[in-house]
């Protein structure tokens, strides 16, 4: 189990040396405590307490990377169970199922796919991270084939091999040399050849049964042969199944510290019907799944997943924020309205929607305000007269918009004198108090 | 080492709810468990869906979804029709956009004259719902309330501003109530319990915690949610053990994902997959943290959506 930052206190030095970067030792253990720093920085440590703080602090869910470089996907360590406890650590991993009937032009459109699937999203580029090839032939020579087909047009991308055939396995690994793929995998009838490959060729493996009881005996086996890295498999297909599985299994390690169940879960959520498919790939998101194989990444599918995975796996003590400056809300021109709020990531997108909803193009000027909201932020002395006219003088706004009316949010009514005082030249408008009033507002000066 | 698998038990449990009258009374909620846990205790209701209807042409509704509707969406009681007969909808949800100030100011009791009709033209439960427009709301809730009287219907949304006057009506008129606030849970809890104060009991109470779309704020959403039911069920906290609602519908449809045409966004795909899956991620996302009555616009998310419970519950 996890120590507490007085427990983890007790094993440093307690020099108060600061060589960590931190004023004294507890301080440092409090950081360790709530995984924000790592041990690493303290030069003085006892390998003693290294032992006894590096087996407390491994996460309950074992880490694991599928892949090399820029485009490795790392896997698990998650400790809670409700986001709102504390941030879900590594995001899910999509990954396109390639079957190795298909092909070889069949094959290299579906790479092509996936190497086009990156959208960008509040700052954030988000892709179809892993490619799954899977030996439907049962034929070590097409599998191979198919692999040495994706591994020629992405050889960055991450690879999953999804074979129960040894001879296939190992075929395929072979053109993925020092390229860490996920060897999906071992079952009961195949444990000690699969876990053989995976270790001659620093595969992780992904480990499948059709229960949790003989998923952990079977997880047991192959640690006992050597294997480290593993993706399990409880062989859940429906909803329910999954939610079911994946909750007990994210129970069973955060809860109860159960090494045989503490690794990340795979989940297959192909359907024949794609929109389907992603409400079968949304359940894994929202509940604990770590890699996802879909059948096919439609844009508008790639968008709603990446979406979703972004909002789930945002940090809930951090105000989500979006980047300072004048947002553009249709087409504006230089006559169109500017109005200003704060960088509270719900503030912008609600401010920015029903401006949209308006239908009357203008500008938004965003002002960062640690992602507080407007009434927070004027409260905690961010969004003020003076700040704000700084803000407006130092951005772009007065070479974006001809006329010199700015409109401020109802709620700081109260601001508007001081900053007509503080930003000259400029003629300050209140707008409404709720987002909401927005496009009654907008709409009904446009008919002016 | 055997698996012994950790089950939760809890000394909480979420109310069961039930509109409408007759043979075609809907029910949900009274489980308790986490929401589709039900390999750990009881979950006796699936999740309802209601079909959202407006009481004027939905003129600002994206193309994508007003096609589904055309031809009949130009009048409450066929499309109510419409929805109950040939989408097969379990439950309707009236929104009284027409009465608010900004669109056309229609007073209560023109409001409650299209509730009667939409009542008297189905058999299904309905959900009667406001301009969210909170001082307009209180006098068209309360004319409404009363047209609707003894239909076991659900009236909202009764927010802090005009609690008092809507809660009075449903109470009144025999009426479940919906309260809504702004996502925290703290401000559910408060309005909840001025509310139970009044006298109103606190098993006819609805939370709505406010909905957002994906993209848009649905992790605030779905922790409240998420942070509601817990409170429920493991602090058996009886101001928090009404079902919650996700309304889908209004929050999805408005924003870009769903309306921007394929050729000015680039990359994001075809605008009408885009937008019905938009709808229906949303929606299964609430449900996932807990909501029991959603309220949605598309017929394919709500198909979609229906799928997927029949495949959780």
Redesign the interface.
């Known amino acids: 189990m996890a120590l507490t930052g007085v427990e983890i206190f007790k094993l440093l030095p307690k020099t108060n040396c600061k060589k960590c970067g931190f004023p004294t030792c507890l301080a440092f253990a409090m950081k360790l405590a709530q995984r924000q720093t790592t041990l690493e920085l303290c030069p003085d440590v006892s390998d003693e307490a290294k032992q006894k703080l590096g087996e407390a602090s491994a996460p309950p869910i074992r880490p694991v990377t599928i892949g090399t470089g820029d485009r490795a996907i790392k896997l698990g360590e998650e400790t809670v169970l409700?986001?709102?406890d504390k941030k879900f650590v590594n995001p899910c991993a999509f990954a396109l199922e390639i079957q190795d009937t298909l092909t070889e032009s069949d094959i290299e459109a579906k790479v092509r796919e996936v190497l086009d699937s990156?959208?960008e999203?509040v700052g954030q580029k988000l892709r179809v991270d892993a490619i799954a090839v899977s030996n439907i032939s049962n034929d070590a020579a097409s599998f191979s084939a198919a692999v040495k087909s994706v591994t020629a047009a992405a050889p960055e991308v991450p690879v999953i091999l999804i074979t129960g055939n040894p001879r296939a396995a190992e075929e395929a690994l072979k053109y993925l040399a020092e390229k860490h793929p996920l060897l999906y995998g071992a079952d009961a009838s195949n444990a000690e050849v699969m876990a053989d490959l995976a270790k001659k060729y620093k595969a992780s493996l992904g480990v499948r049964s059709d229960n949790?009881?003989s998923?952990?005996?079977l997880t047991?086996k192959l640690k006992t042969l050597g294997v480290e890295d593993m993706i399990i498999d409880s062989g859940a297909r429906?909803?329910?199944d999954i939610?079911?599985d994946n909750?007990?299994i994210r129970?069973?390690a955060v809860?109860?510290n159960?090494k045989?169940?503490g690794y990340p879960v795979i989940t297959f959520a192909q359907r024949e019907?794609s929109?389907?498919e992603?409400?079968?790939a949304?359940?894994g998101v929202?509940?604990f799944s770590s890699v996802i194989i879909l059948s096919s990444i439609?844009?508008?599918?790639?968008?709603?997943?990446f979406?979703?995975r972004?909002?789930?796996y945002?940090d809930?003590q951090v105000p989500m924020q979006v980047e300072q400056k004048i947002y553009k809300i249709g087409e504006p021109t230089p006559d169109s309205p500017l109005l200003i709020t704060t960088n509270f990531?719900?503030t912008y997108?609600?401010v920015s929607?029903e401006m949209?909803?308006s239908r009357v193009p203008g500008y938004l000027a965003v002002m960062d305000c640690e992602g507080l909201s407007v009434l927070t932020a004027w409260a905690a002395g961010k969004f003020t007269a003076s700040k704000i006219a700084q803000f407006i003088s130092e951005s772009d706004a007065a070479s974006a918009v001809r006329h010199r009316e700015l409109i401020i949010p109802g709620y700081v009514a109260i601001l508007s004198g001081a900053l007509e005082d503080k930003l000259e030249g400029w003629k300050i408008s209140v707008g409404p108090r709720e987002a909401?009033g927005i496009?009654?507002f907008l709409k009904g000066r446009s008919t002016v | 080492m055997a698996f012994t698998p950790l089950k939760e038990t809890y000394p909480g449990k979420v109310y069961t709810v039930e509109i409408g009258k007759g043979e075609k009374a809907v029910t949900f909620a009274g489980e308790n468990v986490l929401p589709f846990h039900t390999f750990e205790g009881a979950s006796p209701n699936r999740p309802v869906i209601a079909y959202e209807i407006q009481d004027m042409p939905p003129d600002e509704w994206p193309d994508t979804v007003r096609k589904p509707y055309s031809g009949i969406s130009s009048d409450p009681v066929s499309w109510a029709r419409f929805c109950q007969d040939s989408l097969g909808a379990k439950v309707i949800a009236l929104r009284l956009v027409s009465t608010h100030p900004d669109r056309l100011d229609r007073s209560p009791d023109e409001a409650a004259k299209t509730v009667s009709d939409v009542l008297a033209a189905i058999d299904i439960p309905l959900i009667i719902l406001g301009s969210n427009h909170a001082e307009k709301d209180a006098s068209v809730l309360v004319a409404a309330a009363g047209a609707a009287k003894d239909s076991n219907c659900i009236i909202g949304k009764a927010q802090e501003a005009n609690y008092k006057t809507i809660a009075a009506a449903a109470m009144a008129n025999n009426h479940k109530l919906i309260a809504m606030s702004e996502l925290d849970i703290n401000l559910s809890k408060q309005l909840n319990i001025l509310i139970t104060q009044m006298g109103f009991e606190k098993d006819r109470l609805i939370i709505d915690p406010m909905c957002s779309a994906l993209g848009y704020g649905l992790e605030y959403t779905y922790s409240v949610m998420e942070r509601i039911r817990l409170a429920a069920l493991a602090q058996n906290d009886a101001t928090m053990q009404q079902p919650i609602l996700g309304d889908i519908g209004m929050y999805v449809w408005k924003v870009k994902e769903a309306q921007a045409v394929e050729t000015s966004v680039s990359g994001w795909g075809a605008l009408e997959e885009r937008g019905i899956s938009w709808e229906a991620v949303t929606a299964a996302s609430m449900l996932i943290a807990g909501a029991e009555l959603l309220i949605m616009w598309h017929p394919e998310a709500v198909q979609k959506v229906e799928s997927l419970i029949d495949e959780l519950y």
């Open positions: 409700f986001r709102h990156e959208i999203r949790l009881d998923l952990s005996l047991e429906k909803a329910k939610l079911r909750t007990l129970r069973a809860k109860k159960f045989p169940l019907d929109m389907f992603l409400l079968i949304s359940t929202a509940k439609e844009r508008w599918k790639n968008l709603a997943l979406t979703l972004q909002n789930i945002t809930p990531s719900l997108f609600i929607g949209e909803n909401n496009p009654a």
